[in-house]
């Protein structure tokens, strides 16, 4: 691998987000570790990792919910004040609803916090319900809706008053594949309005689809980061999806194979150190019949897993 695991992207522009040695404890608990990192105007960032790593306890820093133990926070150029809340918009990862509140009364109540008048309010929401497939529930309290339901909900309420910087924490948590793409399709629209985005979650693959460029976190600390085209631009090629038929021998020749995964269908084979996929190529091709050999990037999740491995300082 030839990238480097802690290159902040350039600062082209005044960052919407600027976290600088950013760090957090809970009694002795090191939650976030010296994070520093930079989020551009009109892109979607992606701070990922599993479980724990310390994405929540960011969040909530940078919204002003907690205050770091060390470090400074910049959002939109200056320091963070109380004023810049009203410019954010931030779904939690925990159900913040009141349960006995009906949608649309919710929503309006939601809108008024953030300084929307009541009418205004409730026309905003309307239209994301009608967008979202909520119009049929907007009389329903809270407590009748699914959790997928509950969570456009909260959805819609974090971005009411159209605010500039969108932080959300899991928002496709309790989703179906179906409302999965729908609260995707919003986000990307909010991008190409000029929006800047900040979404944590522990799903690499739909970071992939969405984020320009990615943090990734294990124990507090930062692993990886930077542009994401860039990031796998730096790893290279070094993994084959091969669909064949016949002996499998070729995948056990450790010169060309490091390692591969069979999925009954088809096989991804990550490629050893300096080998050729041309000559991985040659021997699958005197030993099985191919209907398929492709060069492919690695994936989020497997750029983590090398992140995570290698010794870092």
Same mark, same amino acid.
């Given at each position: 691998?030839?990238?480097?695991?802690?290159? $902040?992207? *350039?600062? +082209?522009?005044?960052?919407?987000? #600027? !976290? &600088?040695?950013?760090?957090?404890?809970?009694?002795? =608990?090191?939650?976030?570790?010296?994070?520093?990192?930079?989020?551009?105007?009109?892109?979607?960032?992606?701070?990922?990792?599993?479980?724990?790593?310390?994405?929540?306890?960011?969040?909530?820093?940078?919204?002003?919910?907690?205050?770091?133990?060390?470090?400074?926070?910049?959002?939109?150029?200056?320091?963070?004040?109380?004023?810049?809340?009203?410019?954010?918009?931030?779904?939690?990862?925990?159900?913040?609803?009141?349960?006995?509140?009906?949608?649309?009364?919710?929503?309006?109540?939601?809108?008024?916090?953030?300084?929307?008048?009541?009418?205004?309010?409730?026309?905003?929401?309307?239209?994301?319900?009608?967008?979202?497939? $909520?119009? *049929?529930? +907007?009389?329903?309290?809270?407590? #009748? !809706? &699914?959790?997928?339901?509950?969570?456009?909900?909260? =959805?819609?309420?974090?971005?009411?008053?159209?605010?500039?910087?969108?932080?959300?924490?899991?928002?496709?948590?309790?989703?179906?594949?179906?409302?999965?793409?729908?609260?995707?399709?919003?986000?990307?629209?909010?991008?190409?309005?000029?929006?800047?985005?900040?979404?944590?979650?522990?799903?690499?693959?739909?970071?992939?689809?969405?984020?320009?460029?990615?943090?990734?976190?294990?124990?507090?600390?930062?692993?990886?980061?930077?542009?994401?085209?860039?990031?796998?631009?730096?790893?290279?090629?070094?993994?084959?999806?091969?669909?064949?038929?016949?002996?499998?021998?070729?995948?056990?020749?450790?010169?060309?194979?490091?390692?591969?995964?069979?999925?009954?269908?088809?096989?991804?084979?990550? !490629?050893?150190?300096?080998?050729?996929?041309?000559?991985?190529?040659?021997?699958?091709?005197?030993?099985?019949?191919?209907?398929?050999?492709?060069?492919?990037?690695?994936?989020?999740?497997?750029?983590?897993?090398?992140?995570?491995?290698?010794?870092?300082?």
């Amino acid at each position: 691998m030839t990238s480097s695991p802690s290159v $902040l992207p *350039a600062a +082209t522009a005044v960052s919407t987000v #600027e !976290l &600088s040695n950013i760090r957090k404890t809970y009694d002795h =608990f090191v939650a976030v570790d010296n994070l520093s990192l930079r989020i551009q105007p009109g892109t979607v960032h992606g701070l990922l990792g599993p479980n724990g790593a310390g994405k929540t306890s960011t969040l909530r820093m940078l919204i002003g919910i907690i205050v770091p133990d060390a470090g400074e926070i910049h959002v939109f150029g200056e320091p963070l004040r109380r004023a810049h809340i009203r410019r954010m918009g931030y779904l939690p990862e925990e159900r913040g609803l009141y349960r006995k509140m009906k949608v649309l009364d919710h929503l309006v109540f939601l809108g008024e916090l953030k300084g929307l008048h009541r009418g205004e309010a409730a026309s905003r929401a309307q239209r994301w319900c009608e967008r979202l497939d $909520l119009a *049929a529930w +907007t009389s329903k309290k809270v407590e #009748e !809706l &699914s959790k997928g339901m509950q969570q456009k909900v909260q =959805f819609i309420g974090a971005l009411l008053h159209e605010p500039d910087l969108i932080v959300m924490d899991e928002p496709f948590s309790g989703l179906d594949p179906a409302n999965t793409v729908e609260l995707k399709n919003a986000l990307l629209e909010l991008k190409k309005a000029g929006k800047t985005i900040l979404l944590s979650t522990h799903r690499m693959d739909q970071a992939e689809r969405l984020c320009d460029s990615i943090c990734l976190l294990n124990h507090g600390r930062s692993v990886l980061q930077g542009d994401l085209s860039r990031i796998k631009a730096g790893y290279g090629k070094r993994h084959v999806q091969i669909k064949y038929e016949g002996d499998s021998s070729f995948l056990r020749e450790p010169r060309l194979v490091q390692s591969f995964n069979d999925y009954g269908n088809y096989v991804e084979v990550r !490629l050893a150190p300096g080998a050729d996929p041309q000559d991985l190529l040659h021997l699958a091709s005197a030993h099985a019949r191919l209907s398929k050999f492709e060069l492919e990037e690695p994936s989020l999740e497997e750029m983590f897993i090398d992140a995570v491995n290698q010794p870092h300082a």
